[in-house]
């Protein structure tokens, strides 16, 4: 059974709904042009692109014009930006919106150091005044609902973001995304829900759980704690993005058919980055994938491959062999994945 309500559970305005209440979080290096889609034809009801600078500058890097690239077919379109300064990111975010974008997503989340060095990211937790400015700014140059993704605080003994989310909503933010764990944390430990329950008493927009999601279970636990209106989810989805297929109440995919999905995501890295790059972007990707299906001593066989043809060529015959008639339940990886720029 799905976790919360399905289809258009969430508003961010007349015009602008969330398809369900299950997302994906933006992660750098991970949440790319190809595994957006693939997580959106298994179901997931909203998503958000690689966070990208709102530094002028930046901003015709390759690596910028990729994160910007929007996803055909998916309604809305999300890009999350970060900085601190209000008029920057304002006219950041215009940019994006004369580009297609149809939310604009602001980062007081990340606790990278190169993000917090530049007092931005989950750096800003320590200015919230400044919060309120920049969404303010942001909310007030463009037509379309600006959101946030923020932590629980600095420390894990304060709740500064809970006062961050108060402060965006009445500054003009139209949903909350909040990790359980504060920027201290980074990603060490166990999400804490409790805080953000107090989030959600102050609120009166949407508020998406987010931290330790990897399962039907971990998103019900999670929303039940947090009382939040529905569940992001960053690291969890890595390497089976067709957890989004059963928080919406559908069958998982069997072992052959999960085989074929890391194909296709396998051959969508290929097209869109170039053979190049997308023979050494998939080995992350497809060591996730061998992770949770439980066999990443195949990890040996794949990664010395030094062609975009002869990884799909083993692909496609490990697809044919016996893993893809094993049994089909799921499986937990032989290790936690160890992403530090996941959300």
Not at 112 to 119: F, L, N, P, Q, S
Not at 126 to 136: H, S, T
Not at 180 to 209: D, H, M, T, W
Request: hydrophobic content about 45%.
């Amino acid at each position: 059974m799905p976790v919360v309500a399905p289809a258009n559970s969430i508003s961010l305005s007349s015009t602008v709904s969330l398809r369900s209440p299950f997302a994906l979080a933006p992660m750098a290096g991970l949440t790319d042009v190809p595994f957006r889609t693939l997580a959106w034809e298994l179901g997931a009801g909203y998503m958000v692109s690689e966070m990208v600078t709102s530094k002028a500058e930046l901003w015709e890097t390759g690596k910028s014009r990729l994160r910007r690239v929007l996803v055909p077919g998916v309604n809305p379109n999300a890009v999350q930006i970060a900085g601190h300064d209000p008029l920057v990111m304002a006219e950041s975010a215009k940019r994006l919106v004369g580009e297609g974008v149809e939310v604009i997503d602001i980062n007081f989340g990340c606790p990278a150091k190169k993000v917090c060095r530049k007092a931005a990211g989950s750096a800003l937790l320590a200015d919230i005044d400044n919060i309120g400015r920049i969404v303010e700014s942001v909310a007030s140059a463009v037509d379309v609902p600006v959101t946030i993704k923020t932590r629980t605080g600095l420390t894990i003994d304060d709740a500064v973001g809970v006062l961050a989310a108060y402060v965006a909503q009445e500054a003009g933010a139209r949903m909350v995304v909040m990790h359980g764990r504060s920027r201290a944390c980074r990603f060490k430990g166990q999400a804490s829900y409790e805080k953000i329950q107090q989030a959600k008493q102050k609120l009166n927009i949407p508020l998406l759980v987010n931290g330790d999601i990897d399962s039907l279970a971990s998103a019900q636990r999670a929303r039940e704690i947090s009382g939040a209106d529905g569940v992001m989810i960053g690291r969890g989805a890595i390497g089976q993005p067709w957890i989004f297929a059963e928080l919406i109440g559908k069958p998982l995919p069997n072992r052959q058919q999960q085989l074929q999905i890391m194909l296709r995501h396998l051959k969508l890295m290929h097209e869109f980055y170039g053979p190049e790059q997308g023979l050494r972007i998939a080995r992350k990707h497809i060591e996730a994938y061998l992770g949770r299906l439980g066999v990443s001593h195949l990890c040996r066989e794949f990664m010395p491959l030094d062609s975009a043809d002869a990884q799909v060529v083993w692909l496609s015959l490990l697809s044919q062999g016996p893993l893809a008639f094993a049994n089909s339940s799921r499986l937990v990886g032989e290790s936690q994945l160890q992403m530090n720029s996941a959300a």
